[in-house]
């Protein structure tokens, strides 16, 4: 598969990578980030599910080709608080179903997992980062994880929308991590979105 075409508003990362293993069958990938934490660390489980956990929202292109040694194709955008990438990237794949990823909290980070055979051959996992006004080790305004079957087309930067008036403002809630919208569009497939208070 060609390499895809590269995205505009790309962030440049800090440091050089270093790899490591954490355990047995558990090769982890980490990136040095803001403040001497590791930005990102790249984990493969024995069952061949790979865990992702970001501390620093600074380098989508190694967190892309350290997914991709992991075995999981990835098209990564960091963008500034209030942007996302605008909709669609591509045609959804069908994942079976509903999109069981869940992005938590992880610290001032983000975590989430794939299991094995949930990004199919030939399809793209797709992260859309919203960072914090506050800065890059911040935790993220918000998230968007899906599936795109095919050719990702390249990030153009739009306005974040506006959650909905039932889950009411931001500083109306307590910080208890990020809330998780999960669904399984007819059209598009299955896409995950989490809003961070």
Same mark, same amino acid.
């Given at each position: ?12 990362? %800090?440091?050089? $990578?270093?790899?490591?293993?954490? $355990? ?13 934490? /590791? ?20 380098? /989508? ?6 997914? $991709? ?5 990835a098209a990564v955008d960091y963008l500034p608080e209030g942007q996302t990438c605008k909709a ?6 069908? $994942? ?26 030939? !399809?793209?996992?797709? %992260?859309?980062? !919203? ?8 935790? /993220?305004?918000?998230? !968007? %994880? ?12 739009? !306005? ?38």
């Amino acid at each position: 598969m060609a390499a895809p075409a590269r995205r505009p508003r790309r962030l440049v990362g %800090l440091t050089a $990578a270093v790899a490591g293993v954490a $355990a047995a069958a558990t090769a982890v990938v980490v990136l040095a980030g803001v403040g001497g934490k /590791p930005a990102y660390a790249v984990g493969k489980g024995s069952d061949g599910g790979v865990t992702v956990r970001i501390h620093a929202f600074t380098d /989508p292109d190694g967190l892309e080709r350290d997914l $991709a040694a992991a075995g999981v194709p990835a098209a990564v955008d960091y963008l500034p608080e209030g942007q996302t990438c605008k909709a669609p990237r591509g045609r959804h794949a069908d $994942a079976g179903g509903a999109f069981a990823t869940g992005i938590r909290k992880d610290g001032d980070g983000i975590a989430f997992t794939i299991e094995k055979g949930q990004v199919p051959k030939g !399809s793209t996992l797709v %992260l859309t980062v !919203s960072k914090s006004a506050q800065g890059d080790a911040a935790p /993220p305004a918000a998230t !968007s %994880l899906e599936i795109v079957e095919g050719q990702v087309a390249p990030c153009e930067p739009t !306005s974040l929308p506006l959650p909905p008036p039932d889950q009411g403002r931001p500083g109306d809630q307590q910080d208890e991590g990020p809330s998780t919208n999960s669904r399984t569009d007819p059209d598009n497939g299955p896409t995950l979105t989490t809003t961070h208070p």
